[in-house]
C-alpha cells in the first residue's frame, strides 16, 4: 500500500524539478528581456512563449502545493512529533517557494 510519507516524497520531488525549470525559464527570459533598449523596445517573440510556460508551471506548482498540504493533513501528520513538525516546514517553505514563482510568473513578465 503506498502510504502518505511516499506520496509527499514524490510531491517533493516532482515540484523541486519544476522549480528548477521555472528557474532556468525565468532566467532565460530575463536574458532575453535584456535585448529590448530604449531605441527598441521590442522584446524576442520567444519571450511570449517562455512567459506562458512559466504561467502555466506556476499553475501546476501550486496544484502540488495544494495536494501536499491535503495530503499532509488527511494523514494526520502532527506538528508535535520531530518528522511531523519536518514535514510541516517543508510544506510551508513549499508554500512560500509558489507564492515568489506566481508572484514572478503573474505580475513580474510583463
Same mark, same amino acid.
Given at each position: 500500500?503506498?502510504?502518505?510519507?511516499? @506520496?509527499?516524497?514524490?510531491?517533493?520531488? +516532482? =515540484?523541486?524539478?519544476?522549480?528548477?525549470?521555472? /528557474?532556468?525559464?525565468? $532566467? *532565460?527570459?530575463?536574458?532575453?528581456?535584456?535585448?529590448?533598449?530604449?531605441?527598441?523596445?521590442?522584446?524576442?517573440?520567444?519571450?511570449?512563449?517562455?512567459?506562458?510556460?512559466?504561467?502555466?508551471?506556476?499553475? @501546476?506548482?501550486?496544484?502540488?502545493?495544494? +495536494? =501536499?498540504?491535503?495530503?499532509?493533513?488527511?494523514? /494526520?501528520?502532527?506538528? $508535535? *512529533?520531530?518528522?511531523?513538525?519536518?514535514?510541516?516546514?517543508?510544506?510551508?517553505?513549499?508554500?512560500?517557494?509558489?507564492?515568489?514563482?506566481?508572484?514572478?510568473?503573474?505580475?513580474?513578465?510583463?
Amino acid at each position: 500500500m503506498i502510504e502518505a510519507k511516499d @506520496i509527499l516524497n514524490w510531491y517533493f520531488t +516532482v =515540484a523541486a524539478l519544476f522549480f528548477g525549470v521555472f /528557474g532556468f525559464l525565468y $532566467s *532565460t527570459y530575463a536574458a532575453a528581456s535584456f535585448q529590448a533598449t530604449p531605441v527598441n523596445p521590442v522584446r524576442p517573440p520567444i519571450t511570449k512563449d517562455l512567459k506562458l510556460f512559466c504561467r502555466i508551471l506556476a499553475l @501546476i506548482i501550486a496544484l502540488l502545493t495544494a +495536494v =501536499a498540504i491535503v495530503t499532509g493533513y488527511n494523514a /494526520g501528520i502532527s506538528w $508535535s *512529533t520531530g518528522i511531523g513538525r519536518s514535514v510541516w516546514i517543508m510544506i510551508g517553505c513549499f508554500v512560500v517557494l509558489t507564492g515568489i514563482a506566481g508572484f514572478l510568473a503573474y505580475w513580474k513578465m510583463e
